[in-house]
């Protein structure tokens, strides 16, 4: 059979992983650098009897995608930093509800309206602390087109496994850039389908009373099981409850579901740490120009090496500090003040040694940008 | 089946005040769902926040309680998701028309076919009255010591300019007319908007010394007549109530149906 062979940009990449993890409902609000997403979604969600809406915010996106969740659907929404923080309150009720669903953060210059057209990576923060109240999140990024493909099919699997809602922060550079992409034959990549309740009818369904490992099975909305969903803290029926021992526990429940599996959900690439002295740690765009970096200092015999990350939350700080144990330097290169530094501060030893590569200007943060902290910090001078 | 087959006895007693009238909306909403004979089923009851909004509940559908005034928004995903299924929204005035009034207009427009009612008891009863986008023009309120100088919205007029194609006002003293318009709310394929007049005598009531329940609801009986009734052309003061507005319009629904045809046989 011939490879399925596309040249296409980094948010057309996202569209054809959404589509072969299942999507079938995408509700959005145009917004640059995202819009493609939508654009694309529109034509292609029809077709395979999906659904597409063009609603009046991005508030009323993340809502209408977490009621198409609740009757059983894949769902997904795109958007950028004005409309990721216009998202943050219903992404706090999918927390909460526990609600499956998928947010697209193709990411450019802010605050405000800041530099729509141009790339950056300062929404990481957003991403893990921009809903109000104690919660966990996951939120994956990648580097390239394939990387975002696969991304966006394990922020759906995610999604689902562990009933939440997932961020795919992808940039600006990302998002528009064309490169190849190999879309793989149907069921190659695992995708994980909803967990529905065995529970039949007539038999009581606890909407949030866990199975024995852990686990939510859902019941869709609209089925033979009726039951009370809200933002409230809740009991296993969905009702609300203020019981300390309840709120106690759900609250818990939320966190440590997420933070108790860092190991689990951390992906991540490695390249030449074996004997690594430098150790760059780069995700998304800023990860090509690290690698270039690396490739480049390598064939002259620098013993330098990359980590680059596609997990940013939950962080996988005890990774962080394994790979960076026997490095002399470490040098986070990012398009932002420093928001993954301050992780991978507090996750080493050494905080000493730990330095920020980074641009904050718009532009792609490119290999001589990189070299030239290095240089700083070797003292050679730039 | 009974009107207490529709009601999640477990979770009573409920949290409305005495002589709060959203006991008479539910009341008036499950008579409206059992003479549909609909299946529970059938039925998503979405809501936001505030008093009203706890009224979902209290009723043994599939029932989503959301975030202020984004009921709507949570709706469209469901019916959209689900075509087949009866949507209803039941919302406080604020819910609907303060912090949710660009879902309601954008809903409205796209005519997509859910059923929204207003319980407009023209407060903020939860956080304990403060005035709402139809408390009114010199009304008093927690939050307007002097006197309110927001002049409100006539929620009629606001559905049927924004596209609703079913608009309807009664209140809480005309419960038979409640029942009727609700079954016919639900029955209409479109959006469908239900403004219900209900009493807040605990903070708006009392606030503008408009006296007890009762008194307050003397008042929706004594100050409003029914659509085209000679007696507005008397008394214009008086507030119309009854069907504004019933009329066909391609649903939102259906019309994606067709897009999904069209786009599979590559039009």
Avoid at chain 1, 224 to 239: K, Q, S
Avoid at chain 1, 279 to 294: C, E
Avoid at chain 1, 351 to 380: P, T, W, Y
């Amino acid at each position: 059979m011939t490879e399925n062979i596309k040249f296409v940009q980094g948010n057309e990449a996202c569209v054809e992983g959404a589509l072969y993890a299942g999507l079938d409902f995408f509700a959005g609000y145009p917004i640059t650098p995202s819009t493609e997403i939508a654009e694309h979604l529109a034509t292609r969600l029809p077709r395979v009897g999906g659904r597409f809406l063009q609603m009046e915010d991005e508030i009323a996106s993340i809502c209408a995608i977490i009621g198409a969740s609740l009757t059983g659907h894949k769902v997904m929404t795109a958007t950028s930093g004005p409309g990721f923080s216009l998202m943050q309150e219903g992404l706090g009720f999918a927390v909460m509800a526990e609600i499956p669903c998928v947010i697209v953060d193709v990411q450019r210059g802010g605050p405000s309206t800041g530099n729509p057209t141009h790339v950056s990576q300062a929404d990481v923060n957003q991403a893990r602390w921009g809903t109000h109240g104690d919660h966990a999140i996951v939120a994956l990024t990648a580097s390239n087109h394939q990387d975002v493909f696969a991304m966006t099919v394990e922020a759906f699997n995610i999604a689902e496994t562990f009933r939440t809602p997932v961020v795919l922060l992808l940039d600006e550079v990302i998002g528009h850039m064309r490169e190849r992409l190999t879309v793989p034959e149907p069921d190659v990549v695992p995708v994980v389908r909803r967990l529905r309740t065995s529970a039949g009818e007539g038999v009581d369904y606890h909407p949030y009373l866990p199975r024995e490992d852990g686990r939510l099975p859902m019941s869709d909305f609209g089925g033979v099981h009726r039951y009370n969903v809200t933002g409230l803290f809740h009991d296993m029926w969905g009702f609300p409850t203020d019981n300390p021992r309840a709120v106690h526990d759900l609250t818990r429940h939320l966190v440590d579901k997420i933070q108790n599996r860092v190991h689990k959900l951390a992906r991540f690439k490695e390249y030449y740490l074996e004997d690594a002295r430098i150790l760059l740690i780069a995700y998304g765009s800023a990860a090509r120009s690290a690698l270039q970096l690396v490739e480049q200092r390598r064939s002259r015999g620098e013993r330098i090496g990359l980590l680059e990350l596609q997990t940013l939350w939950p962080f996988p700080s005890g990774l962080i500090r394994e790979k960076c144990a026997d490095a002399r330097y470490v040098v986070v290169v990012e398009m932002n003040m420093g928001q993954v530094l301050r992780e991978v501060k507090v996750a080493v030893e050494d905080q000493e040694k730990v330095f920020l590569a980074n641009r904050i200007d718009g532009s792609l943060i490119n290999h001589h940008d990189i070299m030239n902290i290095l240089r700083i910090i070797q003292s050679k001078g730039v | 089946m009974a009107i207490k087959d529709y009601i999640r006895e477990r979770f009573f007693p409920h949290i409305w005040c005495p002589g709060c009238g959203h006991g008479i909306v539910l009341n008036s909403l499950l008579r409206a769902v059992e003479s549909l004979g609909l299946s529970k089923n059938e039925i998503v009851m979405v809501s936001g926040i505030g008093c009203s909004s706890r009224i979902s509940g209290y009723v043994d559908f599939h029932t989503l309680h959301t975030i202020h005034g984004r009921a709507l928004a949570f709706a469209t995903g469901v019916k959209m998701s689900r075509p087949e299924l009866n949507l209803i929204v039941p919302m406080g005035d604020g819910d609907a028309l303060a912090i949710g009034g660009n879902h309601f207009i954008h809903a409205a427009r796209r005519n997509i076919d859910i059923t929204a009612i207003i319980m407009n008891n023209r407060i903020y009863g939860m956080t304990g009255g403060q005035f709402s986008p139809l408390s009114g023009f010199g009304s008093l309120a927690t939050t307007a010591p002097f006197g309110n100088i927001d002049h409100d919205f006539d929620i009629v007029s606001l559905s049927k300019a924004a596209g609703a194609t079913f608009v309807a006002r009664t209140t809480t003293y005309h419960v038979r007319q409640m029942a009727d318009i609700f079954r016919q709310a639900i029955l209409h394929e479109g959006f469908s908007v239900v403004e219900v007049m209900s009493q807040c005598p605990t903070y708006f009531g009392r606030k503008n010394k408009l006296g007890s329940a009762v008194d307050m609801m003397e008042y929706f009986k004594t100050h409003t007549t029914p659509v085209g009734s000679p007696s507005k052309e008397k008394n214009p003061d008086l507030i119309e109530r009854g069907i504004f507005i019933q009329q066909d319009r391609p649903e939102y629904c259906r019309e994606y149906e067709k897009i999904m045809g069209r786009a599979m046989k590559g039009i």
